[in-house]
């Protein structure tokens, strides 16, 4: 089931696959040239991307911009002409900034998602970098699609959903999450990828749309398709790959887990997140807080006094390999890792 190139204006993937955005540090520049090499899409994560620049404690707006050019830089080196782009959360504190630094970088594209990314057009204006909102129902895309329409006087250039099986931050209520087993979710699919045909007649465009959230396999990647999906996203099962930027002990809690250990927790800012259990998760969901040490600023709306913990030191100690006090996120299907793999061997299983 080899699937066609996918053309989204001038760029050409010569695979239909996408590689979702994961931060801190688990998709840097080495894991998305990698898959840009492939012939798929490589997203570098913005979240917290300077973690390691020796001023992020002090500077960490800087630290993370200057950390995006390097990691564009490094992608580009490796992708062999390739697409790559970066996932840049709407959540994030100084979003326009980052959104600004990604242009400036030349990225191809910026994948958008953790609220609904009603500027992203503004503040990318004058480029031809690729725009894509991520949604996760049919409302959603509705409220994106109608909004971008009226306000920007255009459509994306692609358009991603990301299912309840996905990965890390969910856009969905915990009562959501219960509702959409796969056959109530695929509807919702059925729904929003309408919905965007929907604007492709009223703007004589394409808007290829990218299913993500649970892709972990052959067979899953069938179902992406027969649902009309144009692409995929595919995140967890290139965590467990050698050209993955993670610490190798991070990328061994995805092989070690069993399906019981993957567990939905409570972001600080009282999002539902998906995540490996370990030491950490089970003191979180106990109750117990852990004071952050110090605010980098990271998430809109956080508020440092009163949050049972920091995600970005939690996730940090995690990408760095301490995966007993770090938060590992990950997707429904991490469980089912029982190797190391290349990027190559991911992209030729999957399609």
């Known amino acids: 089931m080899e699937q066609k190139e996918l053309k989204i204006g001038d760029l050409t993937l010569k695979r239909p696959i996408f590689q979702g955005g994961m931060g801190v540090g688990v998709s840097l520049g080495g894991l998305a040239g990698a898959v840009a090499a492939a012939g798929g ?80 057009p503004g503040y990318a204006a004058g480029s031809d970098v690729k725009l894509a909102p991520i949604v996760s129902t049919e409302k959603s895309a509705a409220v994106i699609l109608k909004y971008w329409a009226r306000k920007w006087k255009r459509v994306p250039d692609f358009l991603v959903i990301e299912g309840p099986k ?84 991070y990328k061994q809690a995805y092989i070690s887990a069993r399906e019981e250990d993957v567990m939905l927790i409570k972001s600080p800012v009282g999002m539902p997140g998906r995540a490996i259990r370990n030491s950490f998760a089970e003191r979180i969901m106990g109750g117990e807080k852990l004071p952050p040490k110090r605010c980098r600023g990271c998430i809109k709306g956080c508020k440092p006094a009163e949050i049972p913990y920091c995600i970005t030191e939690a996730l940090i100690q995690a990408v760095k390999g301490d995966t007993e006090n770090g938060l590992l996120f990950c997707g429904a299907d991490a469980w089912k890792a029982e190797r190391m793999e290349t990027v190559q061997e991911v992209i030729d299983d999957l399609v």
Do not use: W
Not at 42 to 50: D, E, H, K, L, P
Not at 82 to 106: C, E, P
Not at 205 to 224: D, N, Q, T
């Open 41 to 120: 899409a490589g997203a570098i994560s913005a979240a917290q991307i300077g973690f390691r620049e020796p001023d992020f404690d002090t500077h960490t707006v800087e630290a993370n911009l200057r950390a995006m050019e390097k990691e564009l830089k490094k992608a580009r080196k490796i992708a062999k002409g390739g697409v790559v782009g970066f996932n840049i959360m709407v959540a994030m504190q100084h979003y326009a900034d980052y959104v600004r630094q990604a242009v400036k970088a030349g990225a191809d594209f910026i994948v958008s998602g953790a609220g609904l990314p009603v500027d992203l």
């Open 166 to 249: 996905a990965g890390g931050h969910l856009g969905f209520t915990k009562e959501q999450l219960h509702l959409f087993d796969a056959a109530a979710y695929g509807e919702e699919v059925k729904r929003i990828i309408a919905r965007a045909r929907e604007y492709e007649v009223k703007f004589g465009r394409k808007i290829p749309v990218v299913l993500g959230g649970g892709v972990s396999s052959r067979e899953k990647a069938k179902e992406a398709f027969a649902l009309g999906a144009d692409a995929i996203q595919v995140a967890s099962r290139f965590v467990t790959t050698a050209e993955c930027d993670a610490d190798e002990r």
